[in-house]
């Protein structure tokens, strides 16, 4: 066992875990957050995706023990309650969603990349999601929706 | 007071007394994007995590003409370096055909070697530049070649009270020529049907200090001896070109796996080393022009 102090979103949760329990299962079970998404669990699919003080990291595979201290950011956390940071926004307007499934990790991982860099060619933009699958799309869609929340920032 | 199952050490002398306290069944973690794959598919029974990303273990230094990296530094933050980009640009190579973005983010050189997988990038690229190993325990420091660090397909020279503390990369001369190529069925998240990390110095036009790593085609991340042989002294050309990429297949002994066929990387791996070759000989030529 190991006591686990971490901040979510902009609040801070105190939670007992076993070493090799995942961030993953604590934002999930024992959090109830619920927008990283169990996929492989073997960090290949990506939808369980969420910042780690600001770095993009695959929760399945962390233990949450790693993240003692630390802040994590999940799509619940982009944008203030009732407002929709311009990625979502983006991803309504040009239909970078369809089943949902990777959409949480889609986000998070385009927020990672706009954040690092805020004009991102199509290329770069591919690469960024690289580890992120979708099974529905064929990821045009998801593609145009990041160019699009590129070109609101700027 | 109860240990911890989890303790995250702030050096590494701590990391060697909690795995005195801690016992056998306690492993290090660096990443964890081995580790905790095995222990999701309970591959591995894992009780007790001693994490190595609070020890000081991440530098990225030059240090007596040496590049030397820690062994807890990320595969971001070697692709990021400008200083490996500079120097040691097929490390960077490597390391950006891991994983994909957040894996390499949490994944270290350290991780990617300690693991063994006959298919480590990472190790084809310290292969390719000679590096030595810094092994660590509580008894004090020993330094081994990478090609004398892996002993079979998961296995190292590592014993249970040691752990990898940092590679030296001796800093090329500006005849130093490097290249690298990788196979996969996509581009991201591929484990390497095959892998080819070259490095070697031409003067005079001709090559010297040869060194070709292969990569999923051997029991352990392979040092072409033979084909660097073939190489050694003589001009880049179709001809030497093409000898040592028969030269390095042979060495190669690979197996069927559900990423591709012993028959398929045999040949596919020949291909690669010329192609890496051939580039590395028409920048030469360029270069000259």
Redo the contacts between chains.
């Keep these: ?3 686990l102090n971490l901040n979510v979103n902009g609040t801070h949760h105190q939670v007992v ?4 329990t ?1 961030l993953l299962e604590v934002l999930r079970d024992k959090l109830l957050i619920t927008s990283p998404k169990m996929g492989c ?4 699919c ?1 939808t369980c ?1 969420v910042l780690l003080n600001g ?4 929760s ?4 949450a ?2 993240a ?1 201290g630390k802040t994590v950011t999940t799509v619940e956390g982009i944008a203030p309650p009732g407002e929709l940071d311009p990625l979502q926004e983006a991803f309504h307007e040009h239909h970078g969603a369809q089943c949902g499934f990777c959409t949480p990790g889609m986000i998070m ?1 385009a927020k ?2 706009l954040t690092e860099n805020p004009e991102p060619t199509e290329q770069e933009i591919r ?2 999601l ?3 699958l979708c099974r529905c799309t064929g990821y045009k869609k998801i593609v145009e929706s990041v160019q699009a929340a590129a070109a609101k920032k700027n | 007071m109860e240990q911890n199952d989890f303790t995250a050490p702030n050096d590494i002398v701590t990391v060697f007394n909690h795995m005195e306290q801690m016992g056998e069944s306690a492993r290090l973690l660096a990443g964890g994007t081995d580790l905790m794959v095995s222990v999701n598919l309970r591959r591995k029974s894992v009780e007790k995590l001693i994490y190595l990303g609070n020890c000081g273990l991440d530098r990225i230094e030059q240090t007596d003409g040496n590049l030397v990296i820690g062994a807890a530094a990320t595969l971001t933050s070697i692709v990021k370096s400008e200083f490996v980009n500079q120097k040691a640009p097929v490390l960077v190579d490597a390391c950006k055909s891991i994983g994909s973005p957040a894996i390499r983010n949490m994944a270290t050189l350290g991780g990617n070697i300690c693991n063994a997988s006959p298919a480590a990038d990472g190790a084809l690229a310290l292969l390719a530049l000679d590096a030595g190993v810094t092994i660590v325990s509580a008894a004090g420091e020993r330094n081994v070649p990478i090609n004398t660090f892996f002993t079979g397909p998961g296995q190292t020279v590592l014993k249970p009270n040691e752990m990898v503390k940092e590679f030296t990369i001796p800093l090329g001369t500006q005849n130093s020529r490097c290249g690298w190529s990788k196979i996969g069925q996509r581009k991201a998240e591929m484990i390497s049907i095959a892998a080819v990390a070259v490095s070697l110095q031409i003067q005079q036009g001709q090559c010297h200090k040869v060194r070709i790593a292969l990569g999923a085609v051997a029991p352990t991340p392979l040092l072409a001896v033979k084909a660097a042989g073939v190489l050694e002294g003589q001009p880049l050309n179709e001809e030497s070109i093409e000898a040592a990429a028969k030269t390095a297949a042979e060495e190669t002994s690979p197996i069927d796996d559900p990423r591709a066929s012993a028959w398929y990387r045999k040949r596919v791996v020949k291909a690669m080393v010329a192609q890496v070759l051939g580039k590395i000989q028409k920048e030469e030529t360029d270069g000259r022009a």
Excluded: Q, Y
């Excluded at chain 1, 875990?17 to 090799?20: F, G, H, K, M």
């Excluded at chain 1, 669990?41 to 290949?44: A, I, K, L, Y």
């Excluded at chain 1, 770095?55 to 695959?58: Q, S």
């Excluded at chain 1, 399945?60 to 233990?63: A, G, L």
């Design positions: 066992m190991a006591v875990v076993e070493a090799t995942t669990n073997t960090g290949d990506g995706s770095e993009l990291i695959r399945c595979i962390t233990p023990m790693v003692d991982a990672a990349l690469e960024g690289s580890g992120n």
